[in-house]
């Protein structure tokens, strides 16, 4: 089968041979007919001090499975997060992490609303969303923020803001829903929200922080790090939170599962609709890197074996 692999901090990523893998006890062995690429990989090809396995969410159909696995057979169409090598034609899931997709879903579908919904959703959860509260949404033509934009709408907030990097991006951001959007270099990002969805971190935390009213609750899900200051807190009785959807599918399974299968309703009713920014083939895999890494995408970028 074919795989991406790098061998340096930086990359280049390239295409290599390797042997299908067995699975092991609880895993599944699923042919990958997408494969969605997240800004977490792009930042570990480029940082991490060793190469890793490119993994991530996955979809496709169930190839083979190991002893002990109960809830899947060959021929399940399934998504799910990999944690080995995962751009690839062939990648092993772990039962636990493994879903089914519905009729009616397609699999890029499937990588374009599961994890980047859950991630999503779990923020907006993790905010604790009242009835008509503002939101405001960073990083909102993202994967994840596309769809957390139209889920705190579908939640019931009463205005929903989107920041963007790019003027370009703001007619999409105000079609999945947003009332206003701003720009992360504008001096004032206008009227001050209950929630923040922070998915940039970094230098963002200060204006993030900024735009939230008294009692208001910034949660933060991305893997860009930053400093607050504690003053900036006191002040205004403000909340930081940090949401990981690991922690979540590792100990808290139950409610993963009633996460996804919110997604899925949503998606059905059509409430929720994934918007793909664009599909690559895999030895285009540094393509879809720079479409990320250039922060140009309108939606999920996934690859297709």
Avoid at 65 to 76: A, H, K, M, Q, S
Avoid at 230 to 245: E, N, P, R, T, W
Avoid at 260 to 276: H, I, N, S, T, Y
Wanted: charge should be negative; aromatic fraction near 6%.
């Amino acid at each position: 089968m074919r795989r991406v692999r790098y061998e340096s901090t930086g990359g280049p990523l390239f295409l290599e041979e390797a042997p299908v893998p067995e699975p092991g006890p609880g895993e599944l062995l699923v042919r990958c007919e997408a494969v969605g690429v997240t800004l977490p990989v792009v930042r570990k090809v480029t940082e991490a001090a060793e190469p890793i396995p490119l993994g991530g969410e996955l979809a496709g159909e169930v190839v083979s499975v190991g002893e002990d696995v109960t809830r899947f057979r060959p021929g399940d169409r399934v998504t799910g997060l990999c944690f080995g090598h995962g751009y690839a034609d062939f990648a092993l899931l772990h039962e636990a992490m493994a879903s089914p997709v519905p009729d009616g879903a397609t699999p890029v579908d499937a990588v374009a609303l599961v994890r980047s919904g859950l991630v999503a959703l779990g923020a907006l959860e993790s905010a604790r969303l009242v009835q008509g509260e503002a939101v405001l949404v960073t990083a909102a033509a993202s994967g994840a923020g596309h769809l957390a934009v139209q889920l705190a709408r579908a939640r019931g907030a009463g205005r929903v803001v989107g920041a963007v990097s790019d003027p370009a991006k703001t007619d999409f951001v105000r079609s999945l829903g947003a009332d206003d959007c701003v720009r992360y270099g504008d001096d004032s990002w206008g009227e001050r929200v209950d929630c923040v969805l922070d998915a940039v971190g970094g230098h963002l935390l200060t204006p993030a922080l900024a735009a939230l009213a008294p009692h208001g609750r910034l949660v933060a899900y991305s893997s860009g790090g930053g400093t607050i200051q504690a003053y900036d807190l006191l002040v205004g009785a403000k909340s930081v939170i940090g949401f990981q959807m690991a922690l979540i599918a590792r100990g808290r399974p139950e409610l993963y599962e009633r996460w996804r299968q919110e997604l899925w309703q949503l998606f059905a009713d059509g409430v929720l609709k994934p918007a793909v920014h664009g599909e690559f083939a895999l030895e285009d895999a540094a393509k879809a890197h720079e479409a990320i890494e250039s922060r140009s995408n309108l939606g999920k970028v996934v690859l297709r074996p």
